[in-house]
C-alpha cells in the first residue's frame, strides 16, 4: 500500500511541476528576423524573459513601465499538445499580474524554436500555421 502511495505521489508532484516550471531548453537567448527587423528573446533558468526589439528591452527580472516597477516570467506546460508557453507581467513581488500572454511552441531542432504567441494577451493558438503574424521562428544564439 505504501509503494501505491509514494508511486501516486511521485506521479502528481511530477505532473504538477511540469505545468508550472520551465522548459530547460528554452533557456538562452534568441533571435528572429521579421520584415527586417530583428528580435532577440531571453529566457533563463530562474523563469524570467526579456525582450530586446529595435534596442526597446520589455521584460526580465526588473524593468520600469509608466513609473510602475514589474517584472516578466514564462510559465509553460510541455504535457500538452501543442506544448504551451506564457509571458507574465507582474508587479516585482508577484502580488499582481498585469497581462499575460498565450502562446504556443515547438523545437524544429536544438536551435531552432517556432512560437506562435498572442502578443496583446488575446486568446492562445491552437495550431501552428505560417501564415499567421502571430507566427515567428527563432534562432538560438546562447
Given at each position: 500500500?505504501?509503494?501505491?502511495?509514494?508511486?501516486?505521489?511521485?506521479?502528481?508532484?511530477?505532473?504538477?511541476?511540469?505545468?508550472?516550471?520551465?522548459d530547460s531548453k528554452l533557456i538562452g537567448k534568441w533571435r528572429s528576423t521579421s520584415a527586417g527587423e530583428e528580435g532577440i528573446i531571453i529566457m533563463d533558468k530562474k523563469g524570467y524573459v526579456?525582450?530586446?526589439?529595435?534596442?526597446?528591452?520589455?521584460?526580465?527580472?526588473?524593468?520600469?513601465?509608466e513609473g510602475v516597477a514589474l517584472k516578466m516570467i514564462y510559465e509553460t506546460n510541455e504535457l500538452?499538445?501543442?506544448?504551451?508557453?506564457?509571458?507574465?507581467?507582474?508587479s516585482l513581488?508577484?502580488?499582481?499580474?498585469?497581462?499575460?500572454?498565450l502562446g504556443i511552441y515547438k523545437f524544429i531542432n536544438d536551435k531552432t524554436l517556432l512560437l506562435n504567441m498572442k502578443f496583446d494577451g488575446s486568446?492562445?493558438?491552437?495550431?501552428?500555421?505560417?501564415?499567421?503574424?502571430?507566427?515567428?521562428?527563432?534562432?538560438?544564439?546562447?
Open positions: 500500500m505504501k509503494q501505491i502511495l509514494y508511486l501516486l505521489a511521485a506521479f502528481l508532484l511530477t505532473g504538477i511541476s511540469a505545468l508550472t516550471a520551465q526579456s525582450i530586446n526589439q529595435g534596442g526597446e528591452i520589455l521584460g526580465g527580472k526588473k524593468y520600469i513601465s500538452s499538445d501543442p506544448k504551451t508557453i506564457d509571458f507574465v507581467i507582474q513581488d508577484g502580488e499582481l499580474e498585469f497581462l499575460r500572454m486568446t492562445r493558438p491552437t495550431e501552428f500555421d505560417p501564415d499567421s503574424p502571430d507566427e515567428i521562428t527563432l534562432s538560438k544564439i546562447k
